[in-house]
């Protein structure tokens, strides 16, 4: 996955680091979002409320994660890098064939539905361009 191997690159520099977008909310907060849950996940920390995860977020930087895409994408990114982090602990319990197939049909809608927002997003430019 592209934002964990860019979130992993970039913890080895020992410099800040600035992440940035166009406003600076949105898709940034949606990158530094992924790192700072990466972090209490690595720590042991809970994180089973993704909700108030995010708003500890937005306590920090108003308007982070601002769509329902954005959103999603968190928890696309986090539950990969949570299998791969623990995959020796759970390779018995979450890891049977049954998980697998609920996995793959998550991975598929969610691909479905990312794939429908991005045509989406391109007809709204289209539109206001016009």
């Given at each position: 996955?592209?934002?964990?191997?860019?979130?992993?690159?970039?913890n080895y520099?020992?410099?800040p680091?600035?992440?940035?977008?166009?406003?600076?909310?949105?898709r940034?907060?949606?990158?530094?979002?992924?790192?700072?849950?990466?972090?209490?996940?690595?720590?042991?920390?809970?994180?089973k409320?993704?909700?108030?995860?995010?708003?500890e977020?937005?306590?920090?930087?108003?308007?982070?994660?601002?769509?329902?895409?954005?959103?999603?994408?968190i928890?696309?990114?986090?539950?990969?890098y949570?299998?791969?982090?623990?995959?020796?602990t759970?390779?018995?319990?979450?890891l049977?064939?049954?998980?697998?197939?609920?996995?793959a049909?998550?991975?598929?809608?969610y691909?479905?539905?990312?794939?429908a927002?991005?045509?989406?997003?391109?007809?709204k430019?289209?539109?206001a361009?016009?």
């Amino acid at each position: 996955m592209g934002a964990i191997n860019l979130i992993e690159a970039v913890n080895y520099d020992t410099n800040p680091v600035v992440v940035h977008c166009s406003a600076g909310v949105g898709r940034s907060g949606t990158i530094v979002g992924i790192s700072l849950i990466m972090d209490k996940m690595i720590q042991g920390i809970n994180c089973k409320d993704m909700k108030k995860l995010v708003e500890e977020i937005r306590n920090q930087r108003h308007y982070a994660i601002q769509t329902e895409a954005q959103y999603m994408y968190i928890h696309r990114v986090l539950l990969e890098y949570f299998l791969e982090l623990h995959k020796e602990t759970y390779e018995g319990l979450l890891l049977t064939k049954n998980y697998e197939e609920k996995y793959a049909k998550w991975l598929d809608d969610y691909n479905t539905y990312a794939e429908a927002n991005d045509r989406t997003q391109a007809a709204k430019a289209a539109r206001a361009a016009l």
